[in-house]
């Protein structure tokens, strides 16, 4: 894939980015975008290519070798605010590793919010304010408008989508059909969530919400089994507990790793970060709980 064979510069700055060649990314078939005019186009930050204006989902398969296969599979969701998908770093290098441990993995590329069809205007947008200016002394505290709520209608019906190919092509790909796990990261770990919660059609063996949100939630009966991990120094973190609170009062197996450093969107792990062995953790993980046993 690109990310692996050119050379890119290692800060935050936007680069814009030749869309590479997705020879194996298989459309789901799920429509489009509303009110979107501009097209899918790439950028590359941190190392990293990402990809923006997303308006029709695939799927690409990281299948394991010849007698590597464990038979499990595990939907990989990248992270971007729902505005752009890291496909580097939390998409096609964790079905890589995924892959190498047996498992059949597929990245999930969804569909996306509209963002600015210039990059200058992307990238203008990216770097705007994040917090209100300070009021003048004598203003009135303004009133506090409602959080939005966002709409993540195509996000699930893409992740549903993805969960019905699986299904229809499990032999083909050596996939049970017991154990198809999601893992995201950031808004994919919000999506993995969202899929759990709210899904009437997929049966998730297991899920891995990677730095998501760490609010209370409403858990199903039949919610799968929970790995969840986030850093302290994460912004979405804040010194909450509330998903891992919600899993257990539920009585829903969970294994929560909160690590000292690690920041935000660390994929896989970056240098001298005590977050960076959680993949090996979350492999454990399924060993244990025997999700990787050949049946």
Same mark, same amino acid.
């Given at each position: ?150 709409? *993540? ?15 229809? %092509? ?8 017991? %154990? ?55 912004? *979405?973190? %804040? ?57």
């Amino acid at each position: 894939m690109l990310f692996s064979t050119v050379v890119i510069a290692q800060d935050g700055t936007i680069y814009p980015l030749e869309t590479p060649k997705e020879p194996n990314a298989i459309p789901l078939g799920t429509g489009g975008v509303e009110n979107q005019p501009a097209s899918e186009t790439w950028f590359k930050q941190w190392g990293d290519p990402m990809a923006r204006n997303i308006t029709k989902a695939t799927l690409t398969p990281f299948l394991p070798a010849p007698g590597k296969a464990n038979g499990a599979a595990v939907i990989v969701a990248p992270g971007g605010g729902f505005s752009w998908l890291s496909l580097g770093n939390e998409g096609w290098e964790v079905a890589e590793a995924l892959a190498k441990q047996g498992f059949a993995a597929f990245v999930l590329k969804y569909r996306l919010n509209p963002t600015p069809e210039k990059l200058e205007d992307f990238t203008a947008w990216m770097n705007r304010p994040r917090t209100p200016a300070p009021a003048a002394a004598d203003a009135k505290p303004a009133a506090t408008p409602p959080a939005p709520q966002r709409n *993540l209608n195509n996000q699930l019906e893409d992740a549903e989508a993805a969960y019905a190919m699986i299904l229809k %092509r499990a032999d083909e790909w050596g996939v049970d059909t017991k %154990r198809i796990g999601m893992i995201g990261f950031s808004a994919g770990a919000g999506l993995t969530m969202h899929a759990t919660l709210n899904s009437k059609t997929m049966k998730l063996a297991f899920i891995g919400p990677i730095y998501g949100g760490m609010g209370p939630v409403e858990v199903p009966k039949n919610a799968p089994p929970m790995f969840n991990v986030i850093a302290s120094d994460d912004f *979405l973190f %804040r010194g909450q507990f509330g998903v891992i609170d919600s899993w257990f009062k539920a009585g829903i197996p969970v294994e929560f790793h909160l690590y000292q450093n690690g920041g935000h969107g660390f994929g896989l792990g970056n240098p001298n970060r005590t977050s960076n062995k959680w993949f090996d953790a979350f492999i454990h993980w399924l060993d244990v709980n025997k999700f990787t046993a050949k049946q």
